[in-house]
């Protein structure tokens, strides 16, 4: 039985694989996503989403992908609710690359990588409970709900330095947590945070709790861990900010990445080393990690992925 070869298989389904398939679906190319086991990605775990063009009153993340689902769909895109779990890639101009979702074997010309970059936390289960009623990754996202409040920012790098940075403009304090004594961001960041009144860091500590009513925080709880002292922090915002791990395990070792793991891209293109194979959104973006710069990047996918296909013909 000769299998089917698809011309476009799109991996992950966050604003940059759905925007990939609305696009390579308008050009013909029949794209079949797979959801992954996050489906929606990241965004299905903001509460608010405020800063996408075309939502004036705002939307949920859920209710966003949904949407961006509905109109990948409307385009004839087949969408799978399985994740990738192994990936053979060829490494020639018109080579098929092979998928596999368990023991299924899928055959595609061309491959669409959108499985983003999930954010790291510090495993503490009141970080679960407390999602969307304080705690955060991305002060970008969130930090306009806290204007005029007080947060707390973990985190000692230039992610660190940045949001609280950035929060310190809108919110009335920021108290920063150093784990060490000393910051891992560069001296242009640090020089930034210390320039900063209404940022105050507490190094040689940590975050080991949160509390509050409602699932809203109202404190942190902290502990120096040189004296063992534990205090509180009153609160209203918890941002971690402890950086960002991009899903691209399964594709170690077939495809190029940088230091950081994050697939390597050409310059002002989505192509990969691989003849046919594209990256888009935070999997190869640990710099802007934007709902919409997400959504830019899989249009540029899903086109260079047509013209890739077109040259072949």
């Not at 299998?3 to 013909?28: E, H, K, W």
């Not at 092979?98 to 669409?112: F, H």
């Not at 205090?231 to 950081?260: M, R, Y």
Request: charged letters at 25%; proline letters at 3%.
């Amino acid at each position: 039985m000769e299998q089917n070869i698809l011309d476009c298989v799109i991996v992950g389904s966050g604003p940059s694989g759905f925007t990939a398939a609305i696009y390579a679906a308008r050009a013909d190319l029949k794209p079949e996503l797979y959801t992954g086991l996050e489906p929606g990605g990241q965004l299905t775990t903001t509460t608010e989403v405020d800063n996408f063009p075309g939502y004036p009153a705002g939307i949920t993340g859920p209710e966003m992908m949904m949407d961006l689902q509905k109109q990948a769909e409307r385009f004839d895109t087949k969408v799978h609710y399985e994740m990738i779990t192994k990936a053979e890639f060829s490494n020639e101009v018109g080579g098929i690359h092979k998928l596999y979702a368990g023991n299924r074997e899928i055959l595609a010309k061309s491959v669409i990588i959108s499985t983003g970059a999930t954010a790291k936390y510090l495993g503490l289960d009141d970080e679960k409970k407390y999602n969307g009623g304080g705690v955060s990754a991305c002060a970008t996202c969130d930090g306009f709900f806290y204007r005029g409040k007080d947060v707390v920012v973990v985190g000692a790098g230039d992610t660190a330095a940045e949001e609280a940075t950035y929060l310190a403009k809108l919110v009335n304090k920021v108290t920063m947590l150093v784990r060490k004594g000393e910051f891992r961001a560069s001296k242009a960041m640090i020089h930034r945070v210390e320039n900063t009144p209404n940022i105050e860091v507490k190094f040689h500590h940590e975050l080991i709790g949160i509390e509050g009513e409602n699932n809203l925080v109202e404190r942190a709880v902290v502990i120096n861990n040189q004296t063992q002292e534990k205090s509180t922090v009153d609160v209203h915002g918890i941002f971690i900010a402890i950086g960002h791990k991009p899903n691209t395990d399964i594709f170690v070792g077939q495809i190029d990445l940088d230091e950081n793991g994050y697939i390597a891209t050409e310059k002002g293109s989505t192509r990969t080393n691989l003849p046919g194979v594209f990256a888009a959104g935070d999997v190869q973006d640990h710099i802007y990690r934007q709902a919409i710069t997400a959504a830019g990047s899989g249009c540029m996918a899903a086109m260079d992925a047509e013209k890739y296909l077109a040259e072949l013909n």
